[in-house]
């Protein structure tokens, strides 16, 4: 795969190591987005935009911090595990340490396969594993943020370390009839029956 390089104005200098990856999606479409995420007065961007296509664009250098994920509401306990503090108690913003990529995506929509392929691909790439635990989404640190709880276990399924039980979402019955469970290579799975 290739890397584009389209530079952002919209970075900071950041004396961080990245240590982990946080996934967005941009609630709008190419190239719009691209345009917005390279503009001055945007105020923000990401270390990467990856399109429906699967393309990778690079907008800030990973020695820099992207100014996505400034806001921070109500952290995950996922986050403020991994979340670096400054001297004061308060958070580092996490563009400083965390690589952020950006994929094309309405909130409505899900990854494409593409974009997933990239994703894994481009995780690879980094110097750092990329496991459960320094995996976020925009979520774990700005809770009014779109769920991407469903795109963060297929990405950490395609790199090899599945996702974390604990991560999914609660099963919500309103009878024990609804209840399935099936056992499979010695795991039991437990399933809302339809």
């Known amino acids: 795969m290739k890397i584009f390089q389209t530079p952002s104005p919209n970075f900071s200098r ?4 990245k240590i982990g990856v946080q996934i967005h999606k941009t609630l ?7 345009s917005w995420l390279r503009n001055p007065r945007a ?3 990401a270390h990467y935009l990856i399109t429906k296509g699967g393309i990778i664009y690079q907008l800030v250098q990973l020695k820099d911090r992207s100014w996505t994920s400034g806001r921070i509401s109500r952290p995950s306990q996922r986050a403020r595990d991994i979340m670096v503090k400054n001297n004061w108690g308060g958070y580092v913003k996490p563009g400083h340490y965390l690589v952020q990529i950006e994929a094309e995506c309405l909130l409505h929509e899900n990854y494409t396969e593409k974009q997933y392929e990239s994703v894994v691909w481009l995780c690879n790439q980094f110097e750092f594993d990329v496991t459960k635990e320094n995996l976020l989404t925009h979520t774990d640190t700005a809770s009014y943020k ?6 963060r276990a297929e990405i950490l399924k395609r790199l090899g370390g599945e996702s974390d039980p604990c991560d999914s979402k609660p099963l919500v019955l309103s009878s ?3 209840l399935g469970i099936k056992v499979e290579e010695g795991r039991i799975t ?3 029956k339809l």
């Open 190 to 192: 437990l399933f809302k």
């Open 28 to 34: 709008g479409l190419m190239p719009g987005t691209l």
């Open 176 to 178: 024990w009839s609804q």
């Open 14 to 17: 950041s004396s961080y190591t």
């Open 43 to 45: 105020f923000a961007s």
């Open 146 to 151: 779109p769920d991407l709880e469903k795109e």
